[in-house]
């Protein structure tokens, strides 16, 4: 859809093809289009005019015309010497849009919406606000990073904006699964990026999460992470903040071993398993929840059969239940919390 719309529709958002012009003009009337309205006219949201509606995927809202203004003028001060009857056109046009939106006041419900909560969609997007972000933070970000072992690849994907963050004294924190220790491109990435990042891990996080100076957040939107959620209410980024420290506190320095389950030939990952296999969870969703393979958590599974004696499913769950597998981690419950806490740390 990215090359249909710069095929047919050449232009940026200060001059809109005449199509282009009425469905933009009737989203800042009426506050929102449906989306079957826009897709004859893909630039509307190529240039980020228009995107979905939080509440409803199958209505679009208008980005408002200031932020058009802002984005169009911040883009143009590095060529204005050569672009002074774009700036003009620039200008005229938004100046338009705004007349139009002041003719209909918004419901008092929606105020602060359209900034609080935007939906990104398309990775180009989720990147460019990403790196927007990552320029505009001066003091800490906080991630959480779930999944198993990552992926070289996709440590390097924004390896450029951590180097940035470093650069200007940005302290990071970074949340992973135990899984993710045995893999050498993390490692690589944290010694890379010495002490400007501090890791732990648990057994499992919550989904993806990166939080920019306690003032903008963002989250996926869909599973396949393709959409993502940019947030900045207050109330919204304290609870993910509150969300974020508690884990921190549960988690384990990367720096610093796994402790002993207790229990003679269980591993720590073993018991993690043998608590989600109490709690009536399937292979599958053990595995995602842990950040394995389906295939290395049946190898656990039968590892936990045999050390326990059980002969099958049933008995298994039986055996985890009289040794005392079935609640929280013992490791969780009994590690000191000799790390200082971020609301002790200056830095932070």
Same mark, same amino acid.
């Given at each position: 859809?990215? =090359? ?11 001059? $809109? ?9 009737? !989203?800042?009337? @009426?506050? @929102? ?12 949201? +190529? ?34 010497? /050569? ?29 602060? +919406? ?9 990775? !180009? ?6 790196? +927007? ?21 996709? #440590?390097? +994907? ?21 899984? /993710?220790?045995?893999?050498? =491109? ?38 396949? @992470?393709?959409?993502? #959620? ?9 609870? #993910? ?8 506190? $549960? ?6 071993? #796994? ?30 929840? $842990? ?29 985890? /239940? ?9 490791? !969780? ?16």
């Amino acid at each position: 859809m990215a =090359g249909h719309g710069a095929e047919e529709h050449p232009h940026g958002a200060d001059r $809109l093809c005449e199509a282009g012009d009425r469905v933009y003009s009737r !989203a800042v009337r @009426r506050g @929102r289009v449906p989306r079957r309205d826009a897709e004859p006219v893909p630039c509307l949201l +190529e240039l980020a005019l228009l995107h979905p509606d939080p509440d409803d995927m199958d209505w679009l809202v208008p980005t408002s015309p200031q932020e058009v203004m802002t984005r169009l003028l911040r883009g143009m001060y590095d060529e204005v010497s /050569a672009s002074q009857r774009r700036v003009g056109s620039a200008v005229a046009a938004v100046e338009w849009y705004a007349g139009l939106g002041r003719r209909v006041r918004p419901a008092p419900s929606s105020a602060g +919406e359209g900034s609080a909560i935007r939906v990104l969609d398309g990775l !180009a997007r989720i990147q460019a606000a990403m790196d +927007e972000a990552t320029q505009a933070c001066t003091t800490e970000v906080l991630t959480v990073q779930p999944g198993g072992i990552r992926r070289e690849a996709e #440590l390097s +994907e924004g390896l450029h904006r951590a180097l940035a963050l470093r650069g200007r004294g940005v302290r990071m924190r970074d949340l992973y699964t135990h899984v /993710a220790r045995h893999g050498q =491109g993390l490692l690589t990435y944290l010694e890379l990026m010495g002490d400007a990042v501090e890791a732990r891990t648990l057994d499992e996080v919550i989904d993806r999460l990166i939080l920019f100076d306690r003032t903008v957040a963002f989250i996926p939107a869909n599973n396949d @992470r393709t959409m993502a #959620l940019e947030l900045r209410h207050p109330a919204l980024i304290e609870y #993910l903040v509150t969300v974020f420290e508690r884990l921190w506190r $549960l988690a384990i320095p990367l720096t610093a071993p #796994l402790p002993d389950t207790g229990i003679e030939g269980i591993s720590h990952r073993e018991q993690s398993i043998a608590a989600l296999l109490a709690e009536g969870h399937q292979d599958a969703v053990i595995a995602e929840r $842990l950040g394995i393979s389906v295939r290395t958590c049946r190898a656990h599974i039968a590892r936990l059969s045999e050390t326990l004696g059980a002969a099958s499913r049933t008995q298994l769950g039986v055996r985890i /239940a009289q040794v005392g597998l079935d609640g929280p981690s013992r490791a !969780a419950a009994s590690t000191p919390l000799s790390v200082p806490g971020p609301e002790s740390r200056t830095a932070r």
